[in-house]
C-alpha cells in the first residue's frame, strides 16, 4: 500500500527558510522509474508544480523558483525534503508530495509576519 | 518549461451531457500527459495517464485521447459526483513538469 505524507511548519515569517518533508511507503526511491514531486495549490487557485526528484538522484525544478528551491532524498528513510527559501505571502498554498498516481493529503503552510 | 494550455476555464453542465476539456503543449510530450479531478479540500486524484490509459479503479465514463501536442479529457455521460475541478498535467521524464490552469465543472 503507497502512502505519502508531508510535514512541516503551519506558519513561516517572510524571508525564513521553509523546509518540508515527505515521508513515504510501499515503494522504494531507488527502485528504476520512481519519481516524487512537490506541488503547491494557493488557496482558491490552481495547482503548481515545484520539483522532482528521480530513483537516480536528478533534481528538476519550476523555472519561476529554480532559485529558492532544493530537493533531496534520504532513501534509506523514505523520505524526501523541499527547501525553499527567502519566502513571501504568496507561498503561501497547501504543499503535496506525489508520486503522480498516489498523492499525500497536503499540508499547509502560512507564510506571515 | 513546456507551457499547457488548458480550456475552457469554466464549463457548465448537466448530469447526462458528454463534457470535454482540452490541454494544448507548447512542443511534444510524447503523450506524458495525465489528467487529475480535485475537490475542495483534498488531494487532486488521478484519472488518466499516458494521455489515454485509464487509471485503476476510474469510471469507464471518462478517457483520454490525443492528437500531437493536442490532448482531451471527455466524460461520456456527466454524474452528480463528477462536478469537479480537472486538470491536466505534462509529466515529460526530461523536462520540468507544468500543469494546466485548470478547468471547474459546474452545474447548469
Known amino acids: 500500500q503507497v502512502t505519502l505524507e508531508e510535514s512541516g511548519p503551519a506558519l513561516v515569517k517572510p524571508r525564513q527558510t521553509l523546509t518540508l518533508t515527505c515521508t513515504f511507503s510501499?515503494?522504494?526511491?531507488?527502485?528504476?522509474?520512481?519519481?516524487v514531486s512537490w506541488v503547491r495549490q494557493p488557496p482558491g487557485k490552481a495547482l503548481e508544480w515545484l520539483a522532482r526528484?528521480?530513483?537516480?538522484?536528478?533534481?528538476f525544478y519550476s523555472t519561476s523558483l529554480k532559485t529558492r528551491l532544493t530537493i533531496s532524498k534520504d532513501p534509506s528513510k523514505n523520505r524526501v525534503v523541499l527547501i525553499l527559501t527567502n519566502v513571501d505571502p504568496m507561498d503561501t498554498a497547501t504543499y503535496y508530495c506525489?508520486?503522480?498516481?498516489?498523492w499525500g493529503q497536503g499540508t499547509l503552510v502560512t507564510v506571515s509576519s | 518549461d513546456i507551457q499547457m494550455t488548458q480550456s475552457p476555464s469554466t464549463l457548465s453542465a448537466s448530469v447526462g451531457d458528454r463534457v470535454t476539456i482540452t490541454c494544448r503543449a507548447s512542443q511534444s510530450v510524447n503523450d506524458w500527459l495525465a489528467w487529475f479531478q480535485q475537490k475542495p479540500g483534498t488531494a487532486p486524484k488521478l484519472l488518466i495517464y499516458k494521455a489515454s490509459r485509464l487509471q485503476t479503479g476510474v469510471p469507464s465514463r471518462f478517457s483520454g485521447s490525443a492528437s500531437g501536442t493536442e490532448f482531451t479529457l471527455t466524460i461520456r455521460s456527466l454524474q452528480p459526483d463528477d462536478f469537479a475541478t480537472y486538470y491536466c498535467?505534462?509529466?515529460?521524464?526530461?523536462?520540468?513538469?507544468?500543469f494546466g490552469q485548470g478547468t471547474k465543472v459546474e452545474a447548469k
Open positions: 498535467l505534462q509529466y515529460e521524464t526530461l523536462s520540468p513538469w507544468t
Open positions: 510501499g515503494f522504494s526511491l531507488t527502485t528504476g522509474g520512481m519519481r
Open positions: 526528484i528521480d530513483w537516480d538522484g536528478d533534481t
Open positions: 506525489t508520486r503522480v498516481d498516489f
